[in-house]
């Protein structure tokens, strides 16, 4: 799974702040069916494309567009997203999305790495802004992340990312 993002011969970091959840690949499956790297455009269209991509690898991994965890994740890649367009913005520079899938632990790891140091999302979701056009997206993440938080990547830039609970009671539906 998903565990930090690393640039050419660097290690991989591990913070105490985003647990590490090893990806689960039964026998004779290709270990990258629980994993999606892809990069985006730093535009609103990159955005509602990694939320795309996001429900189709969903759908891949036996959970359809309309279920519950399927649909909590796309929203949170959408914010996610739209939040790296919105405030990671350098010129130049794309965002990676990445998902990563551990039916054990009943999670779907979300990561969106941008190029921007300088602007890192607060530590907590604000606690509202019930005027405001905005501002209401981490309050999104909040409620359907298990944790969610993010790290600086070294030289430059930040992974924001989220786990979300996929229901383990109904499990994935085999297509």
Not at 148 to 170: C, F, L, M, N, Q
């Amino acid at each position: 799974m998903l565990t930090g993002t690393t640039t050419a011969g660097e290690e991989p970091r591990r913070g105490t702040e985003a647990p590490v959840v090893e990806p689960v690949v039964r026998d004779g499956e290709a270990p990258e069916r629980r994993a999606l790297t892809a990069q985006f455009a730093l535009s609103p269209r990159g955005s509602r494309l990694a939320r795309r991509r996001a429900v189709r690898r969903m759908e891949v991994w036996g959970y359809p567009p309309e279920s519950d965890a399927s649909c909590a994740v796309a929203l949170v890649v959408g914010e996610l997203a739209a939040n790296a367009v919105q405030h990671g913005r350098v010129p130049g520079r794309d965002f990676r999305l990445g998902l990563g899938l551990d039916e054990v632990a009943g999670l779907v790891r979300i990561e969106v790495v941008d190029a921007a140091t300088a602007k890192r999302p607060p530590a907590a979701a604000p606690s509202s802004y019930p005027d405001g056009e905005s501002g209401r997206g981490l309050l999104l993440v909040d409620v359907l992340a298990v944790r969610w938080g993010s790290t600086p990547r070294h030289p430059v830039g930040k992974t924001v990312w989220a786990e979300v609970s996929i229901d383990a009671s109904t499990g994935p539906h085999k297509l």
